[in-house]
C-alpha cells in the first residue's frame, strides 16, 4: 500500500473522530439541535437556553473529550503491547496491566480518599509491575505469545483477587469502587479531563517518536541487535510507555477492557503493520470507536446508562477469540 492511500485513510479515521464528536454532543435525554451546538462552541451568534448551555459544556462535552483521550490512550497502549510483547493478542486488560494499575489505583482511592492526585502515579506504578511480572514469568529462552497469554491471566487474577480482598475491607466504600471496576464514562467532568490531558500528550508524542524502533523490534532480536538497537533498554521504555498510557485511562474510566486489542488490529488490517502509520491510525480508530460506543451505550437504554465497558466487553470477548484461534 502506497503512502498517499494511508495517510488518505489517516484522514478518513480523523473526519470519523470528527463525526463522533458531534453526535455525542448532539445525543442524550435533553434534545439539542445542530446549530445550538454549533452556537455553544462558538461558532455562531444563537441564543440558547441556559440549561442546554450547562448541559453540553459541563456534561456532554467533557465526557466526549474524555472518551476521546481514553480511545487514544489504550489503543495505543495495546498497539505497543503486542509489538514488545511479540504477541498479537496482547492488550493492557487481558494481560494485565490495567489489573496492576486498578489495584494500585483503587488502593489510593480507598484509603486516601483526599488524595485524587495520587491515583495516576499509584496506577502507572501498578501498571509497570505488573507489565515487568508478566514479562518475566513469560520468559524461557525467549518470548512467546502463547506464554504471554498464560502469564497474563494468572497475573491479572492475582491482582483481580487483590482487588475484590479490599473491596471486601471497605465495604462502605465499595460502591464506586464497583462502578470504576465496570469501567464507564459517566458523569465525566472537566476534572477528568485535566488528569489524563497531559498523560495523552506525553504518552501519545512519546509512541509516535519511537515508530521506528517498534518498527525494528517486529524483525526479531537478534535483527533488531545487529542494527544497533538496545533491545532491553528499548523494550522498557517502549513498556513504560504502554503503562503509563494504559494507567492514566484506568484512573479516569475504571477498568475498559478490549479497546487496546479491538482497534489495533482493525487499523493494522486496513493501513498495514509499520508503526509510524499504525500509531497514529490506531489513535484516532480508537477514540472514535469508544466515542460511538459511548453514545449509542448512552442512548439504547435510555433513560437508564449502560456503561461502556459492559459493551466494549460484548464486542471485544468474541473477537478475542476469534484471534485465539486463529492464533493457536
Known amino acids: 500500500?502506497?503512502?498517499?492511500?494511508?495517510?488518505?485513510?489517516?484522514?478518513?479515521?480523523?473526519?470519523?473522530?470528527?463525526?463522533?464528536?458531534?453526535?455525542?454532543?448532539?445525543?442524550?435525554?435533553?434534545?439539542?439541535?445542530?446549530?445550538?451546538?454549533?452556537?455553544?462552541?462558538?461558532?455562531?451568534?444563537?441564543?440558547?437556553?441556559?440549561?442546554?448551555?450547562?448541559?453540553?459544556?459541563?456534561?456532554?462535552?467533557?465526557?466526549?473529550?474524555?472518551?476521546?483521550?481514553?480511545?487514544?490512550?489504550?489503543?495505543?497502549?495495546?498497539?505497543?503491547?503486542?509489538?514488545?510483547?511479540?504477541?498479537?493478542?496482547?492488550?493492557?486488560?487481558?494481560?494485565?496491566?490495567?489489573?496492576?494499575?486498578?489495584?494500585?489505583?483503587?488502593?489510593?482511592?480507598?484509603?486516601?480518599?483526599?488524595?485524587?492526585?495520587?491515583?495516576?502515579?499509584?496506577?502507572?506504578?501498578?501498571?509497570?509491575?505488573?507489565?515487568?511480572?508478566?514479562?518475566?514469568?513469560?520468559?524461557?529462552?525467549?518470548?512467546?505469545?502463547?506464554?504471554?497469554?498464560?502469564?497474563?491471566?494468572?497475573?491479572?487474577?492475582?491482582?483481580?483477587?487483590?482487588?475484590?480482598?479490599?473491596?471486601?475491607?471497605?465495604?462502605?466504600?465499595?460502591?464506586?469502587?464497583?462502578?470504576?471496576?465496570?469501567?464507564?464514562?459517566?458523569?465525566?467532568?472537566?476534572n477528568h479531563v485535566e488528569i489524563i490531558l497531559p498523560y495523552t500528550i506525553i504518552g501519545t508524542i512519546s509512541a509516535l517518536i519511537l515508530s521506528r524502533h517498534l518498527n525494528i523490534l517486529l524483525l526479531g532480536d537478534d535483527a533488531a541487535k545487529g542494527l544497533g538497537l538496545n533491545v532491553d533498554i528499548c523494550r522498557t521504555i517502549l513498556t513504560a510507555i504502554a503503562a503509563l498510557l494504559a494507567s492514566s485511562a484506568v484512573c479516569v474510566v475504571g477498568l475498559l477492557g478490549f479497546v487496546g486489542l479491538i482497534i489495533p488490529h482493525s487499523a493494522r488490517i486496513l493501513i498495514g503493520s509499520d508503526y509510524r502509520f499504525l500509531l497514529p491510525a490506531a489513535a484516532l480508530l480508537g477514540a472514535a470507536v469508544l466515542t460511538f460506543c459511548d453514545t449509542f451505550a448512552r442512548i439504547i437504554f435510555s433513560p437508564t446508562e449502560l456503561p461502556v465497558g459492559i459493551l466494549m466487553a460484548f464486542l471485544g470477548a468474541p473477537f478475542f477469540l476469534f484471534l485465539l484461534r486463529k492464533e493457536i
Not at 77 to 91: F, T
Open 1 to 190: 500500500m502506497s503512502n498517499r492511500k494511508k495517510f488518505f485513510i489517516l484522514i478518513i479515521f480523523l473526519t470519523l473522530v470528527v463525526i463522533s464528536f458531534f453526535v455525542s454532543l448532539l445525543n442524550g435525554s435533553v434534545d439539542v439541535s445542530n446549530s445550538q451546538i454549533f452556537s455553544i462552541l462558538g461558532f455562531n451568534n444563537e441564543i440558547v437556553d441556559e440549561t442546554k448551555t450547562q448541559i453540553i459544556q459541563n456534561i456532554r462535552l467533557p465526557r466526549t473529550i474524555v472518551a476521546i483521550m481514553v480511545g487514544i490512550n489504550l489503543s495505543l497502549s495495546g498497539a505497543i503491547l503486542q509489538a514488545v510483547m511479540k504477541n498479537p493478542l496482547a492488550d493492557p486488560h487481558i494481560i494485565g496491566i490495567s489489573s496492576g494499575a486498578g489495584l494500585f489505583g483503587i488502593f489510593v482511592m480507598l484509603i486516601k480518599t483526599d488524595a485524587g492526585h495520587l491515583v495516576t502515579p499509584a496506577a502507572f506504578i501498578g501498571a509497570m509491575l505488573a507489565a515487568f511480572l508478566i514479562y518475566i514469568l513469560a520468559w524461557k529462552d525467549g518470548i512467546k505469545p502463547i506464554r504471554v497469554i498464560l502469564a497474563g491471566v494468572a497475573v491479572s487474577a492475582f491482582l483481580g483477587a487483590g482487588i475484590s480482598a479490599m473491596l471486601i475491607f471497605y465495604s462502605d466504600k465499595v460502591h464506586s469502587a464497583l462502578l470504576w471496576m465496570v469501567g464507564g464514562l459517566s458523569a465525566r467532568s472537566w
